[in-house]
């Protein structure tokens, strides 16, 4: 069974400021899919960035990118020029297969004016 | 654009009474699956399922049955409420690639 952790539940910087989010997981698969969501206080829930297995290159998204180490089965999400409205919790997610989609714990993010 | 439909959004039930959570998704996608996210615990998987006519039991299935009606709809069922069960419930369907579309979310309370 796939793992997902996170081990940092709550983190604060100051706007404008650069962040990263720590997730790890545990697989023997080799083709799978990693994402990082965001919910923000409304409770809805965001996806933020998606990274392919398979794919080399780190995923961006604007000011969002991600360091995907496969061989330490680690997935961050950089958060750069962090701004208010990024104020959430974050989640970190696995996904392979046409199986169950596995989320970790969450971090709880606050950005400081 | 719909995606997914969650009703109700808010219910308050006793001990021992049952209700149905509804969820209906209009993108075609094969999975879904019913999550309970309490505070610090994160999203916990209560059932899933993979395609129309399947369902799979997750990490905390126990108090909870599901139906797949159709590919569209996948309901949670709770037989005899516990506070125990007190939570959000969100409902979801993924994508192939398990982009995951999620529902409002449902907060029940029993008491």
Redesign the interface.
Known sequence: AQTVT?SQ?EMSVQEAETVTLSCTYDTSENNY?L?W?KQPPS???I?VI?Q?AYKQQNATENRFSVNFQKAAKSFSLKISDSQLGDTAMY?C?F??G?????????TRLTIIP | NAGVTQTPKFQVLKTGQSMTLQCAQDMNHNSMYWYRQDPGMGLRLIYYSASEGTTDKGEVPNGYNVSRLNKREFSLRLESAAPSQTSVYFCASSDRGGKAFFGQGTRLTVV
């Open positions: 996170q539940p899919y994402f969501y409770r809805q829930m996806l998606r392919e989640f997610a996904y392979f046409n199986e169950k989609l596995t989320f970790g714990t969450g």
